[in-house]
Antibody, heavy 118, light 107 residues
Framework: EVQLVESGGGLVKPGGSLRLSCAAFGFTFSSYDMHWVRQAPGKGLEWVSSISSSNNYIHYADSVKGRFSISRDNAKNSLYLQMNSLRAEDTAVYYC???????????WGQGTLVTVSS | DIQMTQSPSTLSASVGDRVTITCRASQTIISWLAWYQHKPGKVPKLLVYRASSLESGVPSRFRGSGSGTEFTLTISSLQPEDFATYYCQQYNSYSHTFGQGTKVEIK
């Protein structure tokens, strides 16, 4: 059974850092591009970042470029999001998602809440 | 970046109603469009991919159509479990942009 399990969320002060993790189970992790998506309170879904299956291609939304860094460890079946210089507007539930060639984001993690507040 | 515009933002409907949600892309995305259903406290669920292909297990009352820049999601007969927020998403370019969402409420 395919499972994505996020961790690492929590309360952090503005300007602080946090590292999110996403553990993958039940599929060949190294064969899939992976993405992070977030949803701020009362807002819609926002695409954040992506990384290709073999680490060749990385992309970021303009809202996080220069502050967030995505990475993956295929040997550990894990995806990461390093978030620096956090702002109040980064407060959101962060989801990791598996991207397939045809079916877009077919599996999502349960989400981890990041709260940026003093 | 490709912008995705959904309409309406909110839709009030009754059980049994036919419901249509529209999504417009700022430039052609061919058929690289997905629709998701999202309920509070739950994980987004893929309904339709490649604009018109129904994800496995999704009821046939959901139908996606369109290509290029104009797309629609139609629910032929709204059921109680369908009250949720629906998002379109383009996956033609790296940015994988979502529409702003359409909340389907009980009338």
């Amino acid at each position: 059974e395919v499972q994505l399990v996020e961790s690492g969320g929590g309360l952090v002060k503005p300007g602080g850092s946090l590292r999110l993790s996403c553990a993958a189970f039940g599929f060949t992790f190294s064969s899939y591009d992976m993405h992070w998506v977030r949803q701020a309170p009362g807002k819609g879904l926002e695409w954040v970042s992506s990384i290709s299956s073999s680490n060749n291609y990385i992309h970021y939304a303009d809202s996080v470029k220069g502050r967030f860094s995505i990475s993956r460890d295929n040997a550990k079946n894990s995806l990461y999001l390093q978030m620096n210089s956090l702002r109040a507007e980064d407060t959101a539930v962060y989801y990791c998602a598996r991207r397939t060639d045809l079916r877009a984001f077919d599996y999502w993690g349960q989400g981890t809440l990041v709260t940026v507040s003093s | 970046d490709i912008q995705m515009t959904q309409s309406p933002s909110t839709l009030s409907a009754s059980v049994g109603d036919r419901v249509t949600i529209t999504c417009r892309a700022s430039q052609t995305i061919i058929s690289w469009l997905a629709w998701y259903q999202h309920k509070p406290g739950k994980v987004p669920k893929l309904l339709v991919y490649r604009a018109s292909s129904l994800e496995s297990g999704v009821p046939s009352r959901f139908r996606g159509s369109g290509s290029g820049t104009e797309f629609t999601l139609t629910i032929s007969s709204l059921q109680p479990e369908d009250f949720a927020t629906y998002y379109c998403q383009q996956y033609n370019s790296y940015s994988h942009t979502f529409g702003q969402g359409t909340k389907v409420e009980i009338k």
